[in-house]
């Protein structure tokens, strides 16, 4: 299996877009979690799906901020519009049942100018 | 609130001595540990974990010891080596919600050859 996939790997854009960042999830595994790394908060954890049902959201900063999982293979976190805090690198992992390890992409890190 | 600390953002250790991260956490909830290690440009990868019902676990290098009394817990390695040199993030999970984790900020560690 090739892993969790996350693209694009590296986003720049200007205040006031939108950003979308995608992710792939491992086949099989039923949960997704997007999450963020900032220097002060660690890895926080934005939002989860369960079999592509969003179960808990409370991570999401703003409205701004929206996450979807269409189906069992791709989910996306979108950020409209996007603001320079929202710099930071955004994570998707990827777990079969509860109690397993969670396997995480590689990332998309996000420079808003 | 952060329910999960790593107080060291950072620590250097001479190859082939021991490296000591630690982790406190809060919630007395909380009854899985995990161990998180982190290359630049990849996502975190799975390293150890342990159970509340045990106060050490070992694998090869790795050991984590959790004293929960002490809402506390520490991973070592030993001897350390130059491809240990990454970030550690310590998570933590509870049996209410067992599918989703609770990550600190991490810990920079250096290993100096």
């Known amino acids: 299996d090739a892993g969790v996939i996350q693209s694009p790997r590296h986003e720049v854009t200007e205040m006031g877009q939108e950003v979308t960042l995608r992710c792939k999830p491992i086949s099989g595994h039923d949960y997704l979690f997007w999450y963020r790394q900032t220097m002060m908060r660690g890895l926080e954890l934005l939002i989860y799906?369960?079999?592509?049902?969003?179960?808990?959201d409370s991570g999401m900063p703003e409205d701004r901020f929206s996450a979807k999982m269409p189906n069992a293979s791709f989910s996306t976190l979108k950020i409209q519009p996007s603001e320079p805090r929202d710099s930071a690198v955004y994570f998707c992992?990827?777990?079969?049942?509860?109690?397993?390890?969670?396997?995480f992409g590689q990332g998309t890190r996000l420079t808003v100018v | 609130d952060q329910q999960v600390k790593q107080n060291s953002p950072s620590l250097s250790v001479q190859e082939g001595r021991i490296s000591i991260l630690n982790c406190d956490y809060t919630?007395?909830?909380?009854?899985?540990f995990l161990w998180y290690k982190k290359y630049p440009a990849e996502g975190p990868t799975f390293l150890i974990s342990i159970s509340s019902i045990k106060d050490k676990n070992e694998d090869g290098r790795f050991t984590v010891f959790l004293n929960k009394s002490a809402k506390h817990l520490s991973l070592h390695i030993v001897p350390s080596q130059p491809g240990d040199s990454a970030v550690y993030f310590c998570a933590a999970r509870s049996p209410r919600i067992n599918e989703k984790l609770t990550f600190g900020t991490g810990t920079r560690l250096t290993i100096i050859p």
């Open positions: 992992a990827s777990q079969r049942q509860p109690n397993t390890e969670a396997f």
């Open positions: 799906f369960n079999n592509n049902v969003p179960i808990d």
């Open positions: 919630n007395s909830m909380f009854d899985y």
